[in-house]
Every structure is written in structure tokens, then in C-alpha cells.
């Protein structure tokens, strides 16, 4: 008989318990980050989480085309992550990528235009919600296409490598990516020619409304690094300072030219998998208990209670957060629309199109 991919409450809570045990972190800052970077951290944070809620909200009022995926509860990835890297590295992205370019320092104006598909978009509004690129941001690209973002880092890591550049990129992809073919080739390439990839497992535990458990045997993603020869390592998802460390200690390694790392960074998808996910394959009561992990909570928690900064200070970072969010809705929704003779602008690269004698 067909198996379901329900997962009931009991089930939830027991996931949750092992979680805790084998995978929480305490929150601890890592050696050199310092105040100023923690509160840039939490910012970031906090810009995501308000982007990603009013998201939502606008998809539903018609203001944004196609689909979203929601980077809520995922914060501590993306920006744990990307203040660790340097200026002149480089990240790819997956089809929940808002997290990951306002983490790289992508521009909230021309993010929320190009949902809107707007002219004034990241890619004059064609790319849309799940590709946008801000190369400038080092924020090599979204993409729709499960698993495509991967030989993309690869040849980002190449080109490192061929031209003597000391700058590192990382692969973000979720744990349902882990099961295409390119991931494996990916990895293995890298890992044979020591490129300086580090590749990021966003394991929320779902791949839509497959969970990862029933998706592959071993459920610790970070075990595949030993058929590859490579480090391989399980950290807090739910934790910004835990995902840090990792990325730090794997962006030295691939500079120093001993290749990728395989980071797992273990949470759970407590949210629909897009913004207008019933999730009918879960009781949604079982996502209820995720929620004291928050971690954007979690961060501002530890903020206020180590000392770091005093509770007025978090809570003005996040009404200015919310603040710029609407800004670049306000700004978005004045925006001009495309018109059709910009339809082939942007398609190839201005350098290609020299190379063939062509106008820009
Ligand atoms: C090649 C390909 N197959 C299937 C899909 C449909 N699809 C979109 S998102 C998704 C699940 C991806 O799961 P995961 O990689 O764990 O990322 P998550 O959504 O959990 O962040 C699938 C199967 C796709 N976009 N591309
Ligand atoms: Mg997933």
C-alpha cells in the first residue's frame, strides 16, 4: 500500500525532542565576531523575517506574480552564513532565495520591484520572485529548478581556482536537493579538484510534503561528505552563531586550497512550503512546537540577555526594519512596468553581445 507522508503531532514532537538533543546549540558569538557585527546579524534577521511575512500578504492581494517561498525560520542560515564570508565571495541560491540576497546585502527596492515584476527589478522584472541575481551582491542567482544553483558554485569555484582568486562560494540547497544526480557531481568535482566550495544544506526536513525522513535511509545529510572525502558537519539551523562558525572555519579551509565542506545545517520547516501552502499532507497543529526555536527570537533573546544590547535597542532595529520593508513596497508599487520592447534587454551578457558585433 502507498505510504502517506503525514506527519501527526506525536510524530512532530518526537522529531523535535531529537532535535534537541543531538542538534540544539546554546547561543554563543564565535571568537572575533564583534557588537557591531552581532547587531548587523540580527538586522538582517529581522529585514528578512518582515520581508517575507509582507510577502506573503502581497502575493495574496495580487501584487506578486507566480510563487514565493518564504525564508521565514531560516534566517539564521542564510545571514549566519553570509556574515562570515568576505567581500568578493560569492552565493548560490535556490528557489527560496529573499533570505539569501538580503542577506548578501541585496537592495529591498529592487527586490520588491522585481516580485512585482516590475522595470526597476533586480532583473527588470523578469526573474520574479524565484530568480532574482544581484551579481554585484555576489548573489550569483536564484533559480526554480531544484538542484541548478549547484554546478553554478562549481564553476564559480573554478573559476577561483583556474585564475588564482582567493574568494570562496557557497551552494546553498535545501535538503530535498540532495537527492538530484547534480548534487553528487557537484560535490565530487569539487572535492577531487579541492575547489574552493562550501556546500550548504538548508535541511528544514521537507522537500514540499515529502519529509526527508522517507526520503533517504541515512537521515544525516552531513555523513555523505565521507563518500567524498571531504569534512562534513551537522549544525544548528536554528542558530545563527552555530552556522557562523561552521562557514568561517569552511571559508578558511577552501582559501587555504583544502577544498569544499559540506555543511548540514538541521531545522525544520514549520511554515507552508509556499505562500499558499493549506500543507494538507501534515497536521498543522504539529508545526506548533518548532515555533520555540525561533530563531529570530532567538537571537533577539540572547541580544537582550547577554547584555549585548538592551531591549529597546532590539526592538528599534526591528520597527526599522519593518520601516524599510515599506519603503520598498511604497517605492515597488510605484514602480514602472516593463514595456514590451525591453522584452530581449538583459537576455545575454553585454560582453557576449560585443563579442558577436552586437548592440548592448
Ligand atoms: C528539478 C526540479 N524538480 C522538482 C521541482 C519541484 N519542486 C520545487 S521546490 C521542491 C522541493 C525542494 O525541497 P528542498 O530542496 O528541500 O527545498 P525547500 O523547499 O525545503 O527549501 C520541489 C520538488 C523543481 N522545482 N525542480
Ligand atoms: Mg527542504
Not at 564570508?85 to 527586490?111: E, F, N, P, Q, V
Not at 555543511?263 to 509556499?274: P, Q, T, V
Amino acid at each position: 500500500m502507498m505510504r502517506t507522508c503525514s506527519i501527526t503531532m506525536e510524530e512532530s514532537e518526537a522529531v523535535l525532542e531529537e532535535f534537541k538533543k543531538e542538534v540544539l546549540a546554546s547561543m554563543e558569538p564565535p571568537p572575533g565576531l564583534s557588537v557591531e557585527g552581532q547587531l548587523e546579524i540580527y538586522r538582517k534577521m529581522a529585514v528578512i523575517r518582515v520581508f517575507d511575512t509582507r510577502v506573503k500578504e502581497l502575493w495574496k492581494q495580487n501584487f506578486i506574480y507566480g510563487l514565493a517561498h518564504s525564508y521565514v525560520g531560516a534566517e539564521a542560515i542564510g545571514v549566519g552564513a553570509c556574515a562570515a564570508l568576505r567581500d568578493g565571495d560569492y552565493i548560490t541560491s535556490t528557489h527560496r532565495g529573499h533570505g539569501h540576497t538580503i542577506a548578501m546585502g541585496g537592495d529591498l527596492k529592487k527586490m520588491m520591484a522585481e516580485l512585482m515584476g516590475k522595470y526597476d527589478g533586480y532583473c527588470r522584472g523578469k526573474g520574479g520572485s524565484m530568480h532574482i541575481a544581484a551579481v554585484d551582491e555576489g548573489m550569483l542567482g536564484a533559480t526554480g529548478i531544484v538542484g541548478s544553483g549547484m554546478p553554478i558554485a562549481v564553476g564559480a569555484g573554478l573559476t577561483a581556482s583556474v585564475l588564482k582568486k582567493d574568494f570562496v562560494t557557497v551552494c546553498f540547497h535545501g535538503d530535498g536537493g540532495t537527492n538530484q544526480g547534480i548534487w553528487h557531481e557537484s560535490i565530487n568535482l569539487s572535492s577531487t579538484w579541492d575547489l574552493p566550495v562550501i556546500f550548504l544544506c538548508e535541511n528544514n526536513q521537507w522537500a514540499i510534503s515529502f519529509p526527508y525522513s522517507q526520503a533517504a535511509k541515512n537521515p544525516r545529510v552531513a555523513d555523505r561528505a565521507i563518500g567524498y572525502g571531504i569534512p562534513g558537519v551537522t549544525v544548528d539551523g536554528f542558530n545563527v552563531f552555530s552556522v557562523y562558525a561552521a562557514v568561517k572555519e569552511a571559508a578558511d579551509r577552501a582559501r587555504n586550497g583544502e577544498g569544499p565542506t559540506l555543511i548540514e545545517a538541521k531545522f525544520y520547516r514549520y511554515i507552508g512550503h509556499f505562500v499558499a501552502d493549506d500543507e494538507h499532507y501534515r497536521d498543522l497543529a504539529s508545526n506548533e512546537p518548532w515555533g520555540e526555536l525561533d530563531p529570530v527570537r532567538r537571537m533577539a533573546d540572547y541580544l537582550v540577555e547577554s547584555g549585548t544590547a538592551s531591549q529597546e535597542e532590539v526592538e528599534n532595529i526591528y520597527v526599522e526594519a519593518q520601516t524599510a520593508v515599506e519603503e520598498a513596497i511604497e517605492y515597488a508599487k510605484q514602480a514602472p512596468e516593463p514595456s514590451p520592447d525591453t522584452l530581449y534587454e538583459g537576455l545575454y551578457s553585454p560582453e557576449f553581445l560585443q563579442s558577436r558585433g552586437e548592440d548592448i
